[in-house]
């Protein structure tokens, strides 16, 4: 009688453990559904209505393919009725700022699109300002280094200390040169020179072409040479002084209307950080928001290879 009662406890405990668990699996479950369709409707009603939209781009500028695909969907949306492209980098790699620059032109081409310069818009940075209508600085904020640079590292000295010794057979004397192996050898100095002026040609055209200066007037500043916001405005990198309230401004003068607000197009964020933000770097020991921590230390130029637009390489520690 005693185990047969002690049953009809356990079974009574049993069942109120798996009510338990069902109500909070339930609870879970509508939280999430409510959260998702919050931000849905809040991404809807950002989009539906007319608006400038915003986008920043900060940090060293990579080919990204989400950044340009989030600006084809502002140009394709009828609601965003101008742009404002907020820029805060020093580079990055040339075919990554001309990605961005192409694809802000196929913008600005439907729809009125203005720079405002934060800190620093330099190198590819300012080549991206440049692809705008309209280039808002504030006067301590630093635009320019035009430019172009190839680095690599010669461990050659070091190979010979520790004893090591590099053997290869290749198809012609130019092939896999530079060899941070080995000292680098005239014809492969004379090759990516070549190479480099080449793309600074193109760089220099690409502000003659956007900018209203001559080409003689942009290769006098197209030193590599930084400016102030003020000295830009001087100079006609730059075309007013401010910060987001002067850039509305404009986008008013090219027909919009001054009661539009400023709506922020973010980057979308994956199925996996919806619910859990960070997952990954919380597993990794980062806390909350340690990628941005990261890429602001300098992790992201790491990976940084071939031709630059960047300006200071060797202070941020850019390898080739």
């Given at each position: 009688?005693?185990?047969?009662?002690?049953?009809?406890?356990?079974?009574?405990?049993?069942?109120?453990?798996l009510?338990f668990?069902?109500?909070?699996?339930?609870?879970?479950i509508?939280?999430?559904?409510?959260?998702?369709?919050?931000?849905l409707?809040?991404?809807?009603?950002?989009?539906?209505?007319?608006?400038?939209?915003?986008?920043?781009?900060?940090?060293t500028?990579?080919?990204?393919?989400?950044?340009?695909?989030?600006?084809?969907?502002?140009?394709?949306?009828?609601a965003?009725?101008g742009?404002?492209?907020?820029?805060d980098?020093?580079?990055?790699?040339?075919?990554?700022?001309?990605?961005?620059?192409?694809e802000?032109r196929?913008?600005?081409?439907?729809k009125?699109?203005?720079?405002?310069?934060?800190?620093?818009?330099?190198?590819?940075?300012?080549m991206?300002a440049s692809a705008?209508?309209?280039?808002?600085?504030?006067?301590s904020?630093?635009?320019?280094?035009?430019?172009?640079?190839?680095q690599?590292p010669?461990?050659?000295?070091?190979?010979?200390?520790?004893?090591?010794?590099?053997?290869?057979?290749?198809?012609?004397?130019l092939?896999?040169?530079?060899?941070?192996?080995?000292?680098t050898?005239?014809?492969?100095r004379?090759?990516?020179?070549?190479?480099?002026?080449?793309?600074?040609?193109?760089?220099?055209?690409?502000v003659?072409?956007?900018?209203?200066?001559?080409?003689?007037?942009?290769?006098e500043?197209?030193?590599?040479?930084v400016?102030?916001?003020?000295?830009?405005?001087?100079?006609?990198?730059?075309d007013e002084?401010?910060?987001?309230?002067?850039?509305?401004?404009?986008l008013?003068?090219?027909?919009?209307?001054?009661?539009?607000?400023?709506?922020e197009?973010?980057?979308?964020?994956?199925?996996?950080n919806?619910?859990l933000?960070d997952?990954?770097?919380?597993?990794?020991g980062?806390?909350?928001?340690?990628?941005?921590?990261?890429?602001?230390?300098?992790?992201?130029?790491i990976?940084?290879?071939?031709?630059?637009?960047?300006?200071?390489?060797?202070?941020?520690?850019?390898?080739?």
């Amino acid at each position: 009688m005693s185990n047969r009662a002690d049953e009809l406890i356990d079974r009574r405990r049993l069942r109120r453990k798996l009510t338990f668990w069902r109500i909070a699996a339930f609870v879970v479950i509508v939280l999430a559904i409510g959260f998702a369709t919050q931000r849905l409707m809040s991404d809807a009603a950002g989009v539906s209505s007319s608006h400038i939209a915003q986008v920043k781009i900060s940090g060293t500028i990579f080919e990204d393919d989400e950044l340009l695909e989030r600006l084809d969907r502002i140009r394709e949306t009828p609601a965003v009725k101008g742009v404002i492209l907020t820029i805060d980098s020093p580079g990055g790699t040339t075919a990554g700022g001309e990605a961005i620059f192409e694809e802000i032109r196929l913008l600005a081409a439907e729809k009125p699109v203005v720079a405002q310069v934060g800190t620093l818009a330099a190198s590819a940075g300012y080549m991206i300002a440049s692809a705008t209508d309209h280039i808002v600085a504030r006067q301590s904020s630093i635009v320019g280094s035009i430019g172009v640079l190839f680095q690599y590292p010669d461990v050659s000295g070091l190979m010979d200390k520790i004893g090591v010794k590099l053997e290869e057979i290749k198809s012609s004397p130019l092939k896999a040169e530079p060899s941070p192996f080995k000292p680098t050898s005239e014809e492969a100095r004379a090759m990516i020179r070549s190479m480099i002026l080449d793309s600074y040609d193109w760089f220099v055209d690409l502000v003659a072409e956007r900018r209203p200066l001559t080409r003689d007037e942009v290769l006098e500043v197209a030193d590599g040479s930084v400016f102030t916001g003020r000295q830009g405005v001087e100079l006609k990198l730059v075309d007013e002084l401010g910060g987001e309230r002067e850039a509305k401004a404009w986008l008013v003068t090219q027909g919009l209307d001054e009661d539009l607000d400023v709506v922020e197009w973010k980057k979308r964020e994956t199925t996996g950080n919806l619910f859990l933000p960070d997952l990954a770097s919380r597993f990794l020991g980062v806390p909350e928001g340690g990628a941005d921590i990261l890429r602001e230390l300098g992790a992201d130029r790491i990976f940084l290879d071939g031709l630059l637009s960047v300006w200071q390489p060797e202070n941020r520690r850019l390898p080739d």
